[in-house]
């Protein structure tokens, strides 16, 4: 027993001894080489520091002029239309990674830089104050922009040039509408009359080429900031840009550039053709006085068309299917005033064929009424005021131009709001007039910058349009060929041939494809005739309406709100928010990308 309890004694001495021994050591494999650097997966390249608070505000404000420049009349006769897009690249690079207080300068400077020049036809007679009042009102659209701009970069997904660019549009849209039913008037689509991304408005209007613009210039700016976008470690002897990331977004920028130019632009004559011919009077001055001789200015216009009646009678010159006079060609109202209504009816008889005059008709009640009146060689004037397809009222009279909103409280500022004695009413019906067979889409003046009001006349069932218009009041400014170039960029957007008629210039036959042809000089008489195409079919962008505009709103406010939140700037100047580094490399070494 003794010796069992020593075996069982030397048994458990031998398990401790066992389970106190060490395993044996595993064979050692060969030992891998430490790298220089972290085993990070490529490291995401950090994003450039915002630009300095003068270098950013110096970039908005060269990103105006490039805007104004490219628009028809500022930096050469037919602009610039490339820098549209430099303009848009720069205030993106001024607004880039900065918070939105100095976004909201950023965009002040830029909208004050490009619309105080390019509006510089609003104060030629008017003086500095109302020239620089709606300058204001127009930068603080820009200013917003700008405020936008530093989240809509840092859109998810990569989608930040999208993001961008349907900020613009959104932009455009709202100064469409508010304040005073808006102002359109230097949309970014209006400088692409001459550039191929004009195409883009066959399938989405104005906005569509707004679009396009912005696309390009935000993927400039894109371009840039990926070559400023180096992974480089701090302390390290050289980084690796990054090329490929900037040739794409390069690349991207040309292509929607050039797309416009793929989109067809069909100008055949699927409905016949009919002759006009457009009657430029001119009148006695420039300036805002040139209605004080209406009498003269009506004289003017029809001395020019009895000419024509001579020289079709003489056989020197063919027939014309339908006259075409301008906006307030007839500023006395011919149901009121007996010896102008003669003038005009005769003129009408003399040469044959239907004349669309525009005549400021009194009424109703205290206002006046801007209309565009279809006379006829066998009725005259009779009932073509109470016939909605001879008459049609301007829908969209100019604040302070046609009506003053708030009288009283504009008085204050300036006794120019006298000028305007009586509001012009706004019409309650779509452009639409019949002559001689041909349907006709009355536009007059500053309706042209409308898409609405274009549209409408063109799903109503225009074969082609007319633009009445009167520029007299602006001098030898800009105006008449920026509103030229809306004019052509609502021929391709409808698929209809456009005549912008004015009482002083210029005046232009403007094809289906946006193409002008005879473009008359500024405070000259001129009669321009030729065969205009007379087309049904509607294009995308009138069957979609505003339907891309709403939509293109929509998703810069989805990408507004669901943006990447920005990196704090650090008390060192630097951008925080913890992101991981990589520490030096060895001098000499290139920093892998």
Not at 252 to 271: F, H, I, K, N, S
């Amino acid at each position: 027993m003794a010796d069992g309890a020593r075996g069982g004694t030397t048994g458990a001495r031998a398990r401790c001894s066992s389970a106190a021994s060490p395993a044996p050591r595993a064979t050692p494999g060969p030992r891998r080489r430490r790298s220089a650097y972290p085993r990070l997966v490529r490291p995401r390249p950090a994003e450039p520091a915002p630009a300095a608070l003068p270098v950013s505000l110096l970039l908005a404000v060269l990103g105006g002029v490039a805007t104004w420049a490219a628009f028809p009349g500022a930096a050469s006769t037919a602009g610039w239309w490339p820098t549209a897009i430099v303009g848009v690249a720069l205030l993106s690079l001024a607004t880039h990674g900065v918070r939105a207080r100095r976004g909201l300068l950023a965009g002040f400077l830029f909208g004050t830089a490009f619309m105080f020049p390019h509006l510089e036809w609003s104060g030629t007679y008017v003086g500095l104050l109302p020239w620089s009042a709606l300058t204001v009102v127009c930068a603080l659209f820009y200013a917003v922009l700008g405020a936008c701009l530093p989240r809509l970069q840092r859109a998810r997904g990569g989608l930040a040039p999208l993001a961008v660019a349907a900020g613009w549009v959104a932009l455009e849209a709202a100064r469409a509408r508010v304040p005073f039913e808006g102002f359109p008037w230097g949309r970014l689509a209006f400088s692409q009359a001459d550039a191929p991304t004009l195409g883009l408005a066959a399938l989405g209007g104005s906005p569509a080429v707004t679009f396009g613009v912005a696309l390009a210039g935000a993927c400039l700016a894109g371009a840039v900031l990926a070559l400023l976008r180096l992974p480089a470690p701090p302390g390290a002897a050289r980084g690796v840009p990054r090329v490929r990331p900037a040739v794409v977004s390069l690349l991207v920028a040309v292509l929607v550039t050039a797309a416009g130019a793929l989109v067809p632009r069909p100008t055949g004559a699927e409905d016949g053709t009919t002759r006009i011919a457009a009657v430029q009077g001119n009148v006695p001055q420039a300036g805002l006085e040139f209605n004080a001789e209406r009498r003269a200015v009506l004289d003017n216009h029809a001395a020019a068309t009895r000419a024509l009646a001579e020289q079709v009678a003489a056989g020197t010159a063919p027939q014309p299917d339908l006259v075409l006079w301008p906006e307030n060609s007839s500023d006395i109202d011919p149901y009121e005033n007996a010896d102008a209504r003669r003038v005009i009816e005769s003129t009408a008889t003399a040469i044959g064929v239907p004349v669309l005059v525009g005549a400021v008709l009194d009424g109703p009640g205290r206002y006046v009424s801007n209309t565009g009146l279809v006379v006829t060689p066998q009725e005259g004037l009779s009932g073509a005021r109470e016939d909605d397809s001879r008459h049609y009222v301007k829908q969209r009279p100019a604040p302070f131009g046609e009506y003053m909103p708030h009288r009283s409280f504009f008085r204050r500022f300036s006794d120019k709001v006298d000028l305007v004695p009586r509001d012009f009413v706004h019409g309650d019906h779509v452009g639409l007039l019949r002559a001689n067979g041909v349907r006709i889409g009355d536009v007059i003046c500053f309706e042209v910058a409308f898409d609405d009001t274009v549209r409408d006349s063109v799903r109503a069932g225009a074969q082609f349009l007319v633009v009445q218009t009167n520029n007299a009041t602006f001098g030898y400014s800009d105006e008449a060929v920026q509103q030229l170039a809306m004019s052509r960029l609502r021929a391709v957007e409808s698929g209809r041939a456009v005549v912008q008629i004015s009482t002083v210039g210029v005046s232009a036959i403007i094809g289906p494809d946006g193409t002008a042809h005879d473009e008359t000089a500024l405070f000259t008489r001129d009669v321009l005739q030729g065969d205009v195409a007379l087309r049904s079919t509607e294009t995308v962008a009138t069957r979609v309406g505003a339907v891309p505009e709403q939509v293109l709103t929509g998703l810069a406010l989805l990408l507004l709100l669901t943006a990447r939140r920005g990196q704090r700037p650090d008390r060192r100047g630097g951008r925080g928010g913890g992101r991981r580094t990589v520490p030096s490399a060895p001098a000499g070494d290139p920093v892998p990308a």
